[in-house]
T-cell receptor, first 115, second 116 residues
Framework: AQKVTQAQTEISVVEKEDVTLDCVYE???????LFWYKQPPSGELVFLIR??????QNEISGRYSWNFQKSTSSFNFTITASQVVDSAVYFC????????????FGTGTRLQVFP | EAQVTQNPRYLITVTGKKLTVTCSQN?????MSWYRQDPGLGLRQIYY???????DKGDVPEGYKVSRKEKRNFPLILESPSPNQTSLYFC???????????????FGSGTQLSVL
């Protein structure tokens, strides 16, 4: 079965703290894709990153970084020096050749950054 | 601007009154899909379409219908809405299906539906 687990329901931090959002996935595919989306209070879904299963390089984009580890089936997301504007719900998602027709989403992690 | 347009943004209705949520994309995408978002459950797929006149059920299709008569449009139809369909709905599209290497799904801005 394919599954995405985001065990952290809600995280609260103070501005400038670093925070890591965990994502653990299950899949039988050898080729698969992992995504992160951000949902700010306004409600839209904002694409952050896509990673394929053959690319285990970590990615950094400004204050955002992603750590993909196939050995632990995890694709964790770290925000460095968090800001109030980072407050949102963050979703991790999975797609693969077994179920090509959809993204399988985790239940999301709500991040609150306080000033 | 490349986008997925959903309407309406907010909708309040009563049980049993048929409604349609429209979705249109301007990127010539073949794949389109509908998701619903519920607290604690994340997003779940309702229906999807691989191309014109090709639609299929997702994980939670009961109580919903879709059609894909044109490539750009993929309306979601609730013929007899019930309170358990109160949810946040998202339409999405991509050039290819997610598991076939799509770079990302483009999402509409969402439709908050309340069924009283």
């Amino acid at each position: 079965a394919q599954k995405v687990t985001q065990a952290q329901t809600e995280i609260s931090v103070v501005e400038k703290e670093d925070v890591t959002l965990d994502c653990v996935y299950e899949t039988r595919d050898t080729t698969y894709y992992l995504f992160w989306y951000k949902q700010p209070p306004s409600g839209e879904l904002v694409f952050l990153i896509r990673r394929n299963s053959f690319d285990e390089q970590n990615e950094i984009s400004g204050r955002y970084s992603w750590n993909f580890q196939k050995s632990t089936s995890s694709f964790n997301f770290t925000i460095t020096a968090s800001q109030v504007v980072d407050s949102a719900v963050y979703f991790c998602a999975l797609s693969g050749t077994y179920n090509t027709d959809k993204l399988i989403f985790g239940t999301g992690t709500r991040l609150q950054v306080f000033p | 601007e490349a986008q997925v347009t959903q309407n309406p943004r907010y909708l309040i209705t009563v049980t049993g009154k048929k409604l349609t949520v429209t979705c249109s994309q301007n990127m010539n995408h073949e794949y389109m899909s509908w998701y619903r978002q519920d607290p604690g459950l994340g997003l779940r797929q309702i229906y999807y379409s691989m191309n014109v006149e090709v639609t299929d059920k997702g994980d939670v299709p009961e109580g919903y219908k879709v059609s894909r008569k044109e490539k750009r449009n993929f309306p979601l139809i609730l013929e007899s809405p019930s309170p358990n369909q109160t949810s946040l709905y998202f339409c999405a599209s991509s050039l290819t299906p997610p598991g076939q290497g799509a770079e990302k799904l483009f999402f509409g801005s969402g439709t908050q539906l309340s069924v009283l």
